[in-house]
């Protein structure tokens, strides 16, 4: 009997200490995560490129795919443009203001690959993590692609050796503003969006009926620094187009990603590169 | 019950969780279900062990999968909440050490069933804290309110439930045949043996 109330009176206090860790602030939680995530690391990275190379994975190019050098030449010959501008009157100023900021940018953008080591699974949602942290200038937010130009999601979280990536098509990553490009990669012609994740790994948004926007079109992620280039950070193309039942003029777009984002064992963080002096 | 045995196959256990088990995931009702290692190895211990030791085991275990479980906040952020597995965990193991003497311990399907029972009953208080915590935060205008939806979460963990009876068919199998590392002990435990 003693030992039975003993017993009851030990699990009450259990359940009652688990209990009001529950209302813990999260950066407790996730400094114990960090600790217990990087003890895991060494078996489960393992494990991960098994899993990875049973189910096969899109070939990373470290840095050096074709979509790269098409960048690398765009803004070579945008900087040539800006110093034929330089010597032209005041009335160009305003686009000579956005090419200099085009001509501060480094093309390789201090891109640092990291590898995925581990999918915590228990929520269901498709987030991952990878061997690459705060420690090497990863922040919240960082942008993670894929060949250095496939989008393929955000960080969420990190530790100094670790950080949690979540797909662009999960519904925590909110709303994503983009661009839909006509077929000819015109950037004057692209019309702004705001996607947001689907039910079935696609984004979805809203474009009016007038808007010259067609099935395979192509879409960007809107980020300030590369706005005005065809190969920008890309989403992926356009899937489908169908008017609204409650809007007829607005059309419902349908956006799908280029690859597999379960698939993806190797992604490009870019990182921005702070310089001594830089206004940031 | 060894516990540093228990330590390294919770280490284990956890880091098949993250690294392997997304090899056997599948895309059901627009989310990933995968079995659960650790709630596994959570039922074999309480099915085997004496009721304090598999407690406790399943309150840590469930701690674990509480620090690499991050939930999404609004912000684009993720927290880690401590408390619902291991309480959810720990639920299981109390279930479990009371049908383990309904059941014949050797039969090939008596893990997968007590896991799959123990799983459906694990998760529903994961469920209601998680939502709990999400509610107070919304009243108390928090910024880490946690993006989460029951309804979701209920077909969500019932897949993973049965997910993980049908892999705790092999796993119990393995398991009881390097039980002895694990060093139970037999006397004063209402089993049944074939």
């Keep these: ?280 | 019950m060894r516990w540093t045995i228990f330590a390294i196959f919770a280490y284990l256990a956890l880091a098949l969780d993250l690294g392997f088990a997304s090899l056997l995931q599948m895309e059901i009702a627009h989310g990933l279900v995968a079995p659960s290692f650790v709630f596994i190895l959570m039922v074999y211990i309480a099915a085997n062990s004496p009721p304090r030791e598999a407690r406790i085991s399943a309150i840590i275990l469930g701690l674990l999968v509480d620090l690499t479980w991050p939930h999404p906040l609004a912000q684009q952020a993720s927290a880690i909440v401590i408390g619902p597995a291991a309480l959810g965990f720990l639920l299981g193991a109390i279930l479990t050490i009371q049908l383990r003497s309904l059941v014949y311990r050797r039969h090939p399907l008596t893990m997968g069933l007590l896991t799959f029972i123990a799983g459906c009953c694990a998760y529903l208080p994961i469920i209601f804290l998680l939502l709990l915590r999400r509610l107070v935060g919304q009243l108390s205008g928090s910024s880490q309110v946690i993006e989460w939806h029951a309804a979701d979460q209920l077909v969500h963990f019932f897949l993973v439930s049965v997910y993980s009876g049908l892999a705790a068919v092999p796993a119990g199998y393995i398991l009881d045949r390097i039980s002895p590392l694990f060093g139970f002990q037999t006397t004063g435990m209402m089993t049944r043996h074939r």
């Excluded at chain 1, 017993?7 to 939680?29: C, E, K, Q």
């Excluded at chain 1, 915590?120 to 919240?140: A, L």
């Excluded at chain 1, 960007?220 to 190969?231: A, G, N, V």
């Design chain 1, 1 to 280: 009997m003693n030992n039975a109330a003993t017993n009851r009176s030990h699990i009450i206090l259990v359940v009652t200490l688990l209990a009001s860790t529950l209302f813990l602030p999260a950066a407790i939680g996730n400094w114990f995560g960090a600790r217990i995530l990087e003890l895991t690391v060494p078996v489960s990275a393992p494990l991960k490129r098994l899993v990875t190379s049973i189910r096969g994975a899109p070939e990373h190019v470290d840095g050096h795919s074709p979509q790269i050098e098409q960048m690398r030449v765009e803004i070579e010959s945008l900087r040539v443009r800006n110093a034929n501008l330089e010597a032209r009157s005041a009335a160009m100023a305003d686009q000579l203001e956005r090419l200099q900021s085009l001509r501060a940018i480094d093309p390789t953008f201090f891109f640092v690959t990291a590898s995925r080591v581990a999918d915590p699974i228990h929520g269901g949602d498709p987030q991952f993590v990878v061997n690459v942290g705060s420690r090497h200038g990863v922040r919240q937010g960082t942008l993670a692609m894929h060949n250095g130009f496939q989008v393929v999601g955000l960080v969420t979280a990190t530790t100094p050796r670790t950080a949690t990536i979540t797909p662009l098509t999960s519904k925590a990553v909110g709303e994503i503003s983009a661009y839909v490009l006509p077929p000819d990669g015109d950037f004057a012609q692209a019309v702004p969006c705001t996607l947001r994740a689907g039910d079935d790994g696609t984004l979805i948004g809203e474009i009016g009926m007038d808007r010259a926007v067609s099935v395979g079109d192509r879409v960007i992620l809107r980020d300030p620094h590369w706005s005005q280039l065809r190969t920008g950070p890309l989403i992926g193309s356009v899937m489908k187009l169908a008017p609204k039942d409650d809007a007829p003029l607005w059309n419902n777009i349908v956006v799908r990603s280029s690859i597999d984002l379960d698939e993806v064992a190797v992604v490009d963080l870019k990182v921005a590169r702070v310089e001594p002096g830089d206004d940031q």
